[in-house]
């Protein structure tokens, strides 16, 4: 098992499915994990299941000034943020053709998927950039390039705006000792996938007729984000990750 000792991770959005996942793993390891998310319940939850350290702050992305507290707020506790996990997502928001998607879901969506991200990325990096040193892990989604759905026209543009933005930024700051990535995930057994299948039953019986026969448990998609984070994966940069079961082939 790596080792990922004194290490600090971020992750936003960390109190259910592939960040509960992902905090999991890295305290685990060694690491210092402060995550996000609005829900108290589910992050004491995380707080408590965890296997070492890990720290929940109650943060709204929507609230930008709750983000930049946060980041305030570290500052009291850390000296250096080696990786970012930036997770956080929302899906039931803003679904449907675009001519049925509301003004407000549409800023709701854009807000949560995209803005919140940026706002991590230049908060962590404002740190990374100092310490000369960094990894960043975005979440984008297989829905945003490589297999678009004809009723989640504003979710796929939230999740390729991700992977452009992982893209750009991760070519400003090769040489600077911080990598960029981001993952695109297949269909993942979560609260976000029950609620975009409607129903559990819809989503088994979709499960079993994927590639594999079953969607992703989060750990597996949490295992490609400690890849990614790793000195193992030194020669990506700005790379979008795929891990999908054969998903998007079909
Ligand atoms: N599940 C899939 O099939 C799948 C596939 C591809 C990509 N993804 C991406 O994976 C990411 C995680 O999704 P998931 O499937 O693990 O779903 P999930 O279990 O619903 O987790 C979503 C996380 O985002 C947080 N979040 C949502 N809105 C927030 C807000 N306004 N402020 C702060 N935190 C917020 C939630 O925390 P609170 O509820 O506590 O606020 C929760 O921790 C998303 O970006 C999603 O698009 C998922």
């Known amino acids: 098992m790596e080792n990922f000792e004194g290490k600090v991770v971020i992750v936003n959005g960390g109190t259910s499915g592939i960040g509960a996942a992902v ?15 609005r829900d108290e319940d589910k992050g004491k ?22 983000i ?24 039931s928001i803003g679904g449907g053709p675009l001519a049925r998607v509301s003004e407000e879901d549409w800023d709701k969506l854009i807000g949560t998927n995209q803005t919140a991200i940026y706002l991590y990325m230049k908060y962590a990096l404002q740190w990374m950039q100092k310490q000369k040193s960094g990894n960043i892990v975005n979440n984008a989604a297989i829905l945003g390039n490589d297999k678009v759905n004809p009723m989640l026209p504003a979710y796929s543009g939230t999740k ?9 930024t991760s070519l400003r700051f090769a040489r600077q000792g911080v990598r960029v990535n981001c993952i ?3 269909p993942t ?3 976000l996938s029950k609620k975009a299948y409607g129903s559990e039953e819809a989503l ?27 000195d193992v994966s030194s020669y990506m940069i700005g790379a979008e990750l795929v891990i999908d079961g054969g998903y998007s082939l079909k």
């Open 23 to 37: 905090v999991k793993q890295f305290a685990a390891r060694g690491a210092r994990v402060h995550f996000t998310g």
């Open 45 to 66: 939850n995380v707080e408590s299941e965890a296997d070492g350290y890990a720290h929940f702050h109650q943060v709204d992305n929507l609230e930008r000034e709750q």
């Open 68 to 91: 930049a507290g946060f980041f305030e707020e570290l500052e009291k506790e850390e000296d250096q943020i080696d990786i970012l996990f930036n997770n956080a997502g929302v899906i």
């Open 160 to 168: 390729a705006a991700v992977v452009a933005m992982t893209q750009s």
């Open 184 to 186: 695109s995930p297949g």
């Open 189 to 191: 057994v979560t609260d």
């Open 204 to 230: 088994e019986k979709a499960s079993k007729e994927s590639p594999r026969g079953s969607y992703a448990d989060p750990d597996e998609i949490a295992n490609a984000v400690r890849f990614l984070a790793s």
